[in-house]
């Protein structure tokens, strides 16, 4: 797999750059900051958008799908993983 060459990294970073100074722009215009929700919540997913082709008008409704997921309860309690892990063993 060459995912991550060389080139694709360079390539890479500079996208990234590009993100990480219009998110920091947006800041400096509006005249505030919280570090976290403005700028160190959104730029990872913004890089993994990018890496998937994920166009921008639906970078804001995966954000709300991803969150509403992550306020479920787990599935995966441990009597569900013990369970699981008895099935395995035979």
Request: aromatic share 8%; charged share 20%; with cysteine.
């Amino acid at each position: 797999m060459n995912a991550f060459t060389p080139q694709v990294v360079a390539e890479m970073r500079t996208s990234i750059q590009h993100r990480a100074d219009r998110l920091l722009d947006e800041m400096e215009r509006k005249g505030t900051c919280d570090f976290v929700s403005q700028f160190a919540y959104p730029l990872p997913s913004l890089v993994i958008f990018d890496l998937l082709g994920v166009p921008s008008e639906d970078h804001e409704t995966i954000r709300k799908a991803a969150k509403a997921l992550g306020m479920f309860p787990s599935a995966y309690t441990s009597a569900t993983l013990n369970r699981w892990n008895a099935s395995q063993n035979g």
